[in-house]
């Protein structure tokens, strides 16, 4: 786990494990602090089978990363933006189709991960040049 603790967001003792929803919270809060131009996938919401057949109409696919950054990473300008999937701490794991569309944007130059957890993921954008200093 990273020793890394934005001052924009409320600190979490070591120990502690968010829900994949909280974890969302924190990363969001850290992206929109530094102005970036990304968003949430809400794919994993339960839903009724009317709705969920209505948004499967529209497009909806399953397994896209839950966060899409279009601004190019700095430290790796030859990617074209970050799609990623964000797991909990404990028993996260990426489902088959998660695993196909991190592919499919990797071969497409989009730097595709997982991140357990918030913290992890914020040091992996910090790692990609969006760091504190962005602020």
């Known amino acids: 786990m990273s020793s890394y603790q934005s001052p924009n967001i409320m600190a979490v003792p070591k120990r502690s494990h968010l829900s994949e929803s909280q974890a969302q919270c924190r990363v969001a809060e850290w992206l929109d602090a530094r102005g970036m131009l990304w968003c949430h996938v809400p794919n994993g919401q339960l839903r009724s089978?009317?709705?969920?057949?209505?948004?499967?109409r529209e497009g909806v696919k399953?397994?896209?990363?839950?966060?899409?950054?279009?601004?190019?990473?700095?430290?790796?300008?030859?990617f074209v933006g970050v799609a990623l999937e964000l797991k909990r701490t404990i028993n996260g794991r990426t489902s088959e189709a998660q695993e196909r569309?991190?592919?499919?944007?990797?071969?497409?130059?989009?730097?595709?991960?997982?991140?357990?957890?918030?913290?992890?993921?914020?040091?992996?954008?910090?790692?990609l040049g969006y760091g504190p200093d962005k602020i």
């Open 62 to 78: 399953a397994g896209v990363p839950d966060i899409l950054i279009f601004d190019r990473p700095p430290s790796k300008p030859e």
């Open 101 to 127: 569309w991190l592919k499919a944007l990797d071969k497409r130059k989009w730097y595709a991960c997982v991140a357990k957890g918030h913290l992890e993921a914020i040091d992996i954008l910090i790692e």
């Open 49 to 56: 089978k009317r709705v969920a057949a209505q948004l499967k």
